[in-house]
């Protein structure tokens, strides 16, 4: 039986209890099943000041004591060496979290489910041409499924090596528990999370939508140029009809932003641009994800996100926030905006010395807007690319 492990990143069930408590954990790998972690950083921090840390024993297990409410103002860090760190809001008491290794390739991925006790079995599936990864089909073209669980908590993860330039991954969770059951609401009540990592870093995290029929989660499409589609809804679905494409319906999720967050956003981009001239990178990089917190589809702010990534060597992670700048790029100068994101990711990808990565992207920047810089590139990583 699988132990009760959320998987990868947040707590799944709620305890319903706010009241100042000890916060019990356990950490695992998102990667090797049932293998505790330990010696693992775990801190809580309330209302943004570091309260308490502690290390996990041999069991993977760590107690913070006393004077902390487990509810959403709580937040639980976890990090370990060679592990991306883990940040999530709580109720997180007596709950498992899994922690990913740090990814090597630059265009790999890693898909992590963690969910609650009931529905005991929630399956993820990724497919893409040629491959549909899922229980009963867990490796396929640079893509597997690591973990499966069957029996509550998760985690369940799927790991993509290495996306393909020009194919489209769709990542959806089916509830196996109620595959015959299309009007039930236990998928939707089920706390489910899925934290989506690239190179050394948490980059996403969806939570299930609340007080939904259906036993579909439909969660993201990556389309061939690589950038992440969100879709996040409940739909339902026959067993005959999982994983048919044609089936599923993929509009773009539609995200409602204040005034007023939008304008605590410019404000905190503001500050991370004044922190990148004071030449404080880290700084700068924390005020730009604040931002995009209060404004999720802020493309100005994944473009800096990008360049902070750059200063500091996380080319897998530059290359999502300027994937996220193309998806949101908005205004007169679109064209001039995408074609200079695409560019920088092709930068990275010569860089790597993956020229066909960087041709590709290369090509994509000439195809918005002529420039003499990118023509330049072109034939620079085509004679590479005959030296080979």
Not at 142 to 153: H, I
Not at 202 to 226: A, C, D, E, Q, S
């Amino acid at each position: 039986m699988r132990i009760n492990f959320l998987m990868s990143f947040l707590a799944l069930a709620i305890t319903g209890n706010v009241m100042s408590q000890n916060i019990s954990i356990q950490v695992l790998s998102a990667v090797e099943k049932d293998k505790v972690l330990d010696n693992a950083e775990v801190m809580i921090q309330r209302n943004g000041e570091s309260s308490a840390k502690k290390l996990t024993n041999s069991q993977g297990k760590a107690v913070i004591n006393g004077g902390f409410q487990d509810d959403s103002n709580t937040l639980l860090i976890i990090k370990k060496e060679n592990y991306s760190s883990l940040v999530v809001k709580c109720p997180c008491n007596d709950l498992t979290y899994a922690l990913s290794p740090v990814m090597k390739n630059l265009d790999g991925m890693r898909i992590v489910l963690n969910w609650g006790r009931y529905p005991e079995d929630l399956d993820s599936h990724l497919s893409f041409p040629g491959s549909h990864i899922y229980f009963q089909h867990k490796k396929g073209s640079s893509a597997n499924l690591d973990v499966d669980d069957t029996d509550s908590y998760g985690p369940e993860t799927i790991t993509i090596e290495n996306k393909k330039f020009g194919q489209t991954y769709h990542y959806f969770v089916h509830d196996y528990s109620n595959r015959g059951n299309s009007n039930s609401f236990q998928l939707s009540n089920s706390d489910a999370k899925v934290f989506v990592y690239v190179g050394q870093s948490l980059v996403k995290t969806y939570y299930i939508p609340k007080n939904k029929k259906g036993n579909i989660w439909n969660l993201f499409k990556i389309n061939g140029n690589g950038e992440i589609i969100d879709i996040n809804t409940i739909i339902s679905k026959s067993e005959q009809e999982i994983g048919i494409e044609s089936s599923y319906d993929n509009t773009e999720e539609q995200v409602y932003v204040s005034n007023e967050d939008k304008k605590k956003a410019l404000q905190l981009n503001q500050k991370g641009d004044l922190a990148y001239q004071s030449k404080d990178i880290d700084m700068a990089l924390s005020f730009y994800k604040q931002a995009l917190e209060y404004y999720p589809t802020f493309g100005q702010a994944y473009g800096n996100l990008g360049l902070m990534y750059i200063k500091k060597g996380f080319k897998a992670e530059a290359i999502y926030a300027n994937r996220k700048a193309i998806t949101y790029a908005s205004g007169n100068s679109v064209n001039t905006t995408k074609a200079s994101a695409y560019f920088n990711i092709a930068k990275i990808f010569e860089n790597d010395n993956d020229f066909q990565g960087a041709l590709n992207y290369y090509k994509l920047a000439k195809e918005l807007k002529e420039n003499t810089v990118y023509d330049n590139a072109i034939l620079r990583v085509e004679n590479k690319l005959r030296g080979q």
